[in-house]
T-cell receptor, first 114, second 110 residues
Framework: SAVISQKPSRDICQRGTSLTIQCQVD?????MFWYRQQPGQSLTLIATANQGSEATYESGFVIDKFPISRPNLTFSTLTVSNMSPEDSSIYLCSALELSKDEQYFGPGTRLTVT | QKEVEQNSGPLSVPEGAIASLNCTYS??????FFWYRQYSGKSPELIMSIYSNGDKEDGRFTAQLNKASQYVSLLIRDSQPSDSATYLCAVNTGFQKLVFGTGTRLLVSP
């Protein structure tokens, strides 16, 4: 399976600032996704990162708050903008390998907003 | 709203026993189903996928799917303490988008 890395692994940020999370896959993948896992909760899909075009956001998530880029087949970024303590969460990227229907997850970025 | 339901547990089983984890889903049109294992502080790890009605076996793990009843289950044979984790059921609701259940916490005691 594809190996996925994320940077940073964790961060503590102040309210009102922004953080950009990077996701790198070691092989070409068809689709990349961003999820959020709030404390004690399950995973919620934020958006599908589309290569070369705007991301597709799920209900409740907007581009102004979570801008996403995917400049090529192996790299994507998620920015959490104008952060509040409610944004404290683990952010995970996932990737779907070519010709497979299975998603694999990166190690996650643990974000704490103070 | 498409939903995936799991019993949050904890499900406690002794070492060597069979652990049975269940999941129901609301979207009758779903076609692919997944079980992920998540250790505390770690990201989800894919352990099984299933697409057709019936059983699919992989080592100590067996996934079972019944589309008519809209449930998916995971059996873990010869449970080990290292199997203690949260097991997440995920359903592909279209365009490869996964909806996750809240997870079942499994505790295997030595």
């Amino acid at each position: 399976s594809a190996v996925i890395s994320q940077k940073p692994s964790r961060d503590i940020c102040q309210r009102g600032t922004s953080l950009t999370i990077q996701c790198q896959v070691d092989s070409q993948v068809t689709m990349m996704f961003w999820y959020r896992q709030q404390p004690g909760q399950s995973l919620t899909l934020i958006a599908t990162a589309n290569q070369g075009s705007e991301a597709t956001y799920e209900s409740g998530f907007v581009i102004d708050k979570f801008p996403i880029s995917r400049p090529n087949l192996t790299f994507s970024t998620l920015t959490v903008s104008n952060m509040s303590p409610e944004d404290s969460s683990i952010y995970l990227c996932s990737a779907l390998e070519l010709s497979k229907d299975e998603q694999y997850f990166g190690p996650g970025t643990r974000l704490t907003v103070t | 709203q498409k939903e995936v339901e799991q019993n949050s547990g904890p499900l406690s089983v002794p070492e060597g026993a069979i652990a049975s984890l269940n999941c129901t889903y609301s979207d009758r049109g779903s076609q692919s189903f997944f079980w992920y294992r998540q250790y505390s502080g770690k990201s989800p790890e894919l352990i099984m996928s299933i697409y057709s009605n019936g059983d699919k076996e992989d080592g100590r793990f067996t996934a079972q799917l019944n589309k008519a009843s809209q449930y998916v289950s995971l059996l873990i044979r010869d449970s080990q303490p290292s199997d203690s984790a949260t097991y997440l059921c995920a359903v592909n609701t279209g365009f490869q988008k996964l909806v996750f259940g809240t997870g079942t916490r499994l505790l295997v005691s030595p």
